[in-house]
Each structure stands twice: as structure tokens, then as C-alpha cells.
């Protein structure tokens, strides 16, 4: 298996998803595999840590090539990995491709076939998956058995072409949508922090593997993550400057489009609506906009949210940017870009001591705690009772006052509303949230059924007054989603 991608220095988390791989090689029959996610999620390191004690073929698809070069390639990749395969290359299609690897798998008891960047390999069309559904069927399982992992991180492609195709139908033993870690596996890999800076360097990165590496090589020389960010991000040529392009390039290659969607979201932190995203763009509503709006959401870029009190099938939807870096990117990086491309000194650390700093980190804790609902949700004991949840929002009425937003709302099925108020200050947090928390129940319309709960999550500790009034259920630290 090519060595290319570069591994964590401590293989944390994912160890369902290990085991999950490692019962495949336990089964006595043939198994077809499909994971997927962003670039930089770690789906290559799974794949090395699953399968590190089997025999592994390794083919990466070549971005941005076409057929003939994808077909070549591969053989190569076949040549390298077999001594002895001499692989045809003369073929033009790949049934006969994949026929040359009957052989390789009648030798061996067990296979692990695995085909990364999947999407690019196909070219982003179903030729393949058709041809190799054939040799699947025919050839792969028939012969020996083969553990077969389709790779992509164009998780549009994956889902519409390969998951929901005909082709696969029922075929699939496993699917496994690699996403970020949470707080608690970050601090596996950062685990020579404190808690304050590990939970600021995921607000900053979010749970992306590979930049939680580079954090943690460079404070092996900084002696702080806000040092390591400006290190990383805000010298000429450093690797988050650049990164923007690279991912876009990757994912979407020259559609502005996408681009435009990105940085006008950047803009409008609390969401807009498809209306005003289509407005704002000046990108026409209609079936490409819905379809890049997909392909943004299935990448993890964006993510969108229904009212609560609104049905699955309601067109009253916002989108946000939900990525941490790309946040950090548009507010912090890319305003200051010549400054950074001049060599400026110390251009985060400055940033650092504004408020504008600060506020951003306020909103990003939003983001964060929506993420973690599902250990909100445990931490708060109902984790095992049906629920939906997102925000409530209501335009501002004119004149009136009246309207907001409220940024996490559990509904739950045992007749329980929760309601979580969420603060990212460094000093404790006072009786006047109780104000601010009244004056959104205002606008939130109440299920006649439905008992309101009142949480707080904050990262400084609750002031006297606030805990003596004893208005909210329970107060949750951020420490607690760790």
C-alpha cells in the first residue's frame, strides 16, 4: 500500500470505524466497502490502521485526468505493489483493468482491494461503477475473498453515484461517512495542552486531522497554539494561507460558483436563506444552484437548518458555513492577505487582543456546541430519547423589536423542549442572560404539549447571582464536551 499521504503521529479516534473495517476481514464472504469524506478528514490513516496486518492493493485515482491517464496510472500503481502482475498495458476500458487482478486474488486467501479518490479515478461518471459492478459479480467474488473499498472525498459523487447507484444496489456492506472529530478526540491529539487552548484550536481548525497535526508539530517550537497559528497561518507562503486553494481546486475545481457561495455565507455568520444566498451571489435559483448548494453541504463545507417547528418537507431553510477554517480563513486571513504576503510581524497575535477577536470566538462556540449536540444530548441525559435539532429563527419585525435567533434547540420526543443558551466569555456570566434568554422565548411558538427546558453552556463558571436564581436546568461547561 503507497505510503504518500502522511500518517498521524498517534492513530486517535475512529476506533468504531476500525472495528467496523476489521469485521469485514472476519467474514468469511466478500465484502464491498464505501467510505467517504472531505480531504484532510484521515480516511487514508483509517484505511492503513484497519487493514496494516492484511494483504492491500492500493490504487489512487490522478485528479483532473482522463480516462486513458487514470487507466495508465493505475497499471503503474498495479506494477509496483506486484513484482511479478506484468500488467497489459495496452487496454482502453476497465473490465479489462480489473480483470488483471483475477489472478493476484486467486493466489491469496484474503484481498484487500481499496481504490482511493474514487471520484477522479470514474471521472465523475458511472462508466466505472457499472463496469466494476460486472467484475464484482462475476469475477471478485468468485475467485477468492475480496474486501473492496471504494474511497472519495467528493462526497456528492460518492452518495449520487456510487452509493444510490442501481449498480450497487444491495451490494454494500458498509458505508462510513468520515467527518471531524469532536472536542474529546482533538484532545487525544493535543494532548500537552491545556483545556482553554485546546478548545480554542478547534474553534480556530476545527476537528480536521491533518491540521490538528501541523498544530501539533509546530508547538514542538511555539510555546503556545495563538504563536503556533501565527506560524501557520500569517507568514508569506505558510500552509493555512494557501490552503483555501488547494481545497477548492480539489473539490470543485473552476466553478466560481462555488467560491461565491463560500465567501458570501463568510459574510452573514447567523445564515441566509437559499432566496437571499441567491440574491447576495446573483447566481440564479434553479436546479445547478440546488445542485451546488448539495455538493457544498455533502463536502461539509456549509450545512443547512429548518425552524423546528417546520416539517421536513419546508423550503424555509437557512445555510450557514459550517467548515472552522474556512471561517477563520475569511475573517482573519484573508482580509490581512497583503500584510501577510509583506512579511508583517506578529499579524494574528495583534488580532488576538481586539474585540472583533473575541466575538468571532463567541460565534464559533455556536458552531462548535451545534456539533456537539449529540454530546450535549448525553451530558444532559436524554441521548436515548428520540430528538431533532437545530435553531429557531424569526425575521425582525418592523418597529417592533420582535425577532432572532435561538442556536440550539433539542425537540424532543418525550414531550420536552431544550432550549440551550450558549456563552464563550472569560468572565463569568451573569444574571443579565436571563433577560436575553426571556426576550427569545418571546418569539419561539410553544408546542401546547411541550415542557421548555432551560440549559446554559458557557466556558467561565456562572456568577453567584446567576446560580442562586436557579433559572436554567442545568449549566454545562464547555470542559464538558472534552
Known amino acids: 500500500m503507497q505510503d504518500e499521504k502522511k500518517e498521524l503521529p498517534h492513530f486517535v479516534g475512529r476506533q468504531t470505524e476500525i472495528h467496523q473495517l476489521q469485521r469485514l476481514v472476519q467474514s468469511k464472504k466478500s465484502s464491498l466497502a464505501v467510505i467517504y469524506g472531505r480531504r484532510r478528514i484521515g480516511k487514508s490513516s483509517l484505511i492503513r490502521e484497519a487493514f496494516k496486518d492484511q494483504f492491500v492493493l492500493y490504487f489512487e485515482g490522478v485528479e483532473n485526468q482522463s480516462k486513458s491517464r487514470q487507466i495508465t ?20 476500458n476497465w473490465s479489462d483493468v480489473f480483470l488483471q487482478l483475477v ?16 471520484q477522479w479515478m470514474a471521472n465523475y461518471r458511472s462508466e466505472l461503477v457499472s463496469e466494476l459492478k460486472m467484475i464484482w459479480d462475476q469475477y471478485f467474488t468468485q475467485k477468492g475473498k475480496v474486501i473492496l473499498i471504494l474511497c472519495g472525498s467528493i ?33 487525544q491529539m493535543l494532548n500537552q495542552l491545556g483545556v482553554e487552548e485546546i478548545l480554542e484550536s478547534h474553534l480556530l481548525l476545527g476537528g480536521v486531522p491533518l491540521y490538528l497535526e501541523l498544530l501539533n508539530d509546530r508547538l514542538k517550537q511555539d510555546s503556545s497554539v495563538r504563536l503556533g497559528i501565527q506560524n501557520l497561518a500569517f507568514l508569506p507562503n505558510s500552509y493555512f494561507v494557501e490552503e483555501y486553494e488547494r481545497v477548492f481546486v480539489s473539490h470543485f475545481g473552476k466553478n466560481l460558483n462555488f467560491k461565491k457561495i463560500i465567501s458570501t455565507l463568510a459574510l452573514h ?3 441566509l436563506s437559499r432566496e437571499e444566498l441567491s440574491r447576495f451571489t446573483k447566481i440564479t ?15 461539509g463545507f456549509i450545512s443547512s437548518v429548518r425552524p423546528y417547528d417546520k416539517g421536513e418537507k419546508s423550503k424555509f431553510v437557512k445555510y450557514y458555513l459550517s467548515d472552522a477554517y474556512l471561517r477563520f480563513y475569511f475573517s482573519f ?13 506578529d499579524i494574528f497575535l495583534q488580532l488576538t487582543q481586539k474585540a472583533v477577536y473575541a ?9 462548535l456546541c451545534a456539533y456537539h449536540a449529540s454530546k450535549i444530548s448525553e451530558k444532559l441525559g436524554f441521548s436515548g430519547i428520540g430528538y431533532t435539532v437545530g435553531s429557531y429563527f424569526q425575521s425582525y419585525k418592523k418597529g417592533t423589536g420582535i425577532g432572532g435567533q435561538i442556536d440550539l434547540l433539542f425537540d424532543r420526543e418525550d414531550n420536552v423542549l431544550t432550549l440551550c443558551e450558549l456563552k464563550y466569555t472569560n468572565n463569568p456570566v451573569g444574571i443579565d442572560v436571563i433577560s436575553e434568554v426571556e426576550k427569545k422565548i418571546e418569539i419561539l411558538p410553544l408546542k401546547k404539549k411541550k415542557t421548555l427546558q432551560k440549559i446554559l453552556i458557557t466556558k467561565s463558571p456562572p456568577s453567584t447571582d446567576l446560580l442562586k436564581k436557579a433559572y436554567f436546568y442545568k449549566i454545562l461547561r464547555a470542559t464538558d464536551l472534552l
Open 155 to 187: 462526497a456528492s459523487f460518492m452518495i449520487s453515484k456510487v452509493i444510490r447507484s442501481s449498480s450497487f444496489y444491495g451490494r454494500i456492506q458498509l458505508m462510513i461517512h468520515l467527518k471531524e472529530f469532536f472536542l474529546s478526540e482533538s484532545s
Open 269 to 271: 455568520p447567523y445564515g
Open 333 to 345: 486571513i484573508e482580509p490581512n492577505f497583503k500584510k501577510i504576503k509583506s512579511g508583517a510581524k
Open 73 to 92: 496510472h493505475f497499471l503503474s500503481q498495479l506494477s509496483y505493489q506486484v513484482k511479478n502482475a506484468h500488467p497489459q498495458f495496452s487496454v482502453k
Open 285 to 299: 435559483l434553479g436546479g445547478n444552484f440546488s445542485q451546488e448548494l448539495f455538493n457544498l453541504e455533502s463536502a
Open 103 to 118: 489472478p493476484i486474488i486467486s493466489s491469496h486467501q484474503s484481498v484487500v482491494i481499496v481504490l482511493d479518490e474514487f
Open 359 to 367: 466575538s468571532w470566538l463567541g460565534i464559533s462556540f455556536e458552531y
